[in-house]
């Protein structure tokens, strides 16, 4: 969701006059920050137990996973209100935005510097109390600006859940995605070639038209407009590819053309890894976890 939350015109000057002095000063990219310390081994057993997409990857691909999430959580704060932010709150968080731009290693989400994370949903005035409480994620926008707000528990289905093809983390970075070109408008620029642009316009409207015709399984949330559905429609290629290939395979072939990447070949169905003692460590040593990454366990 983008938030739209109207301000006073004379407030809203001064404030993005100040917020974008804050932007020079403070923004994380200014002053990008690489890893230098190895992938801590907690971390790789998280991520192996939550996130399914980095159990479909080879080493070589969990290797370049990795050093984006160390990258990702090196220069984007995630602040929680309300509520505790846990190490593995801070993984899916950075899954979240990893996961779409995976082939893309140079890409740097310039649009973003604080992921907030609420204990639940909330209203257009960030509120977790009082009425109008449905909104699971947003994108900032005038004093927002650079901030995503997401409901912890929301965060945490959308990796729980592997079959209702929803992920509003996923949801909220393809925002700043669409974003990145400096115009929400449900076209990609930086990731989609110019002459396939006009196909994904056609292809949208006649997306659109079946949900309100009911003869579409897509979230109806992606009829309301050409930027939610873009990022609907992404939701699905990440959660539920072969579905989405079976069904849509027109538009798959065009997800599949901006983010790079095949998730039909891939095999989410092997979900997140329940790691015994003697089962080989998921880190590619070929020794058994009791032996490698999980010595301290047992």
């Given at each position: 969701?983008?938030?739209?939350?109207?301000?006073?015109?004379?407030?809203?000057?001064?404030?993005?006059?100040?917020?974008?002095?804050?932007?020079?000063?403070?923004?994380?990219?200014?002053?990008?920050?690489?890893?230098?310390?190895?992938?801590?081994?907690?971390?790789?057993?998280?991520?192996?137990?939550?996130?399914?997409?980095?159990?479909?990857?080879?080493?070589?691909?969990?290797?370049?996973?990795?050093?984006?999430?160390?990258?990702?959580?090196?220069?984007?704060?995630?602040?929680?209100?309300?509520?505790?932010?846990?190490?593995?709150?801070?993984?899916?968080?950075a899954s979240s935005g990893v996961i779409p731009i995976f082939q893309f290693p140079k890409w740097r989400y310039h649009n973003l510097y604080e992921v907030?994370?609420?204990?639940?949903?909330?209203?257009?005035?960030?509120?977790?109390?009082?009425?109008?409480?449905?909104?699971?994620?947003?994108?900032?926008?005038?004093?927002?600006?650079?901030?995503?707000?997401?409901?912890?528990?929301?965060?945490?289905?959308?990796?729980?859940?592997?079959?209702?093809?929803?992920?509003?983390?996923?949801?909220?970075?393809?925002?700043?995605?669409?974003?990145?070109?400096?115009?929400?408008?449900?076209?990609?620029?930086?990731?989609?070639?110019?002459?396939?642009?006009?196909?994904?316009?056609?292809?949208?409207?006649?997306?659109?038209?079946?949900?309100?015709?009911?003869?579409?399984?897509?979230?109806?949330?992606?009829?309301?407009?050409?930027?939610?559905?873009?990022?609907?429609?992404?939701?699905?290629?990440?959660?539920?590819?072969?579905?989405?290939?079976?069904?849509?395979?027109?538009?798959?072939?065009?997800?599949?053309?901006?983010?790079?990447?095949?998730?039909?070949a891939r095999d989410l169905q092997k979900s997140k890894m329940v790691i015994g003692r003697n089962d080989l460590c998921p880190c590619y040593s070929g020794?058994?976890?009791?032996?490698?990454?999980?010595?301290?366990?047992?």
């Open positions: 969701m983008i938030s739209k939350k109207p301000l006073n015109t004379l407030a809203a000057i001064v404030a993005l006059f100040f917020f974008a002095w804050f932007l020079q000063s403070k923004r994380p990219f200014s002053s990008w920050k690489a890893p230098t310390k190895d992938f801590p081994t907690q971390w790789r057993i998280i991520l192996a137990r939550e996130v399914a997409f980095y159990n479909t990857l080879s080493k070589e691909e969990k290797e370049r996973f990795e050093f984006k999430i160390q990258e990702f959580l090196l220069n984007y704060r995630i602040t929680g209100i309300q509520t505790d932010v846990t190490q593995t709150d801070k993984l899916l968080v907030l994370l609420y204990p639940t949903r909330f209203n257009e005035n960030f509120k977790t109390t009082g009425p109008g409480r449905n909104i699971l994620g947003m994108v900032g926008t005038g004093y927002m600006e650079g901030k995503m707000i997401l409901s912890k528990p929301a965060l945490h289905h959308g990796f729980d859940n592997e079959s209702d093809k929803k992920n509003t983390a996923i949801h909220e970075f393809i925002h700043l995605i669409d974003k990145a070109d400096g115009e929400v408008d449900g076209i990609p620029k930086l990731l989609l070639e110019r002459p396939y642009v006009l196909p994904w316009l056609d292809l949208i409207k006649e997306k659109i038209d079946e949900i309100y015709e009911k003869k579409s399984d897509i979230n109806p949330y992606g009829g309301s407009s050409k930027i939610e559905f873009f990022a609907v429609a992404s939701e699905y290629f990440f959660e539920r590819p072969k579905l989405l290939a079976k069904k849509h395979p027109e538009l798959y072939n065009i997800l599949e053309e901006i983010f790079d990447q095949d998730m039909d020794k058994k976890f009791k032996k490698c990454c999980g010595q301290n366990h047992f």
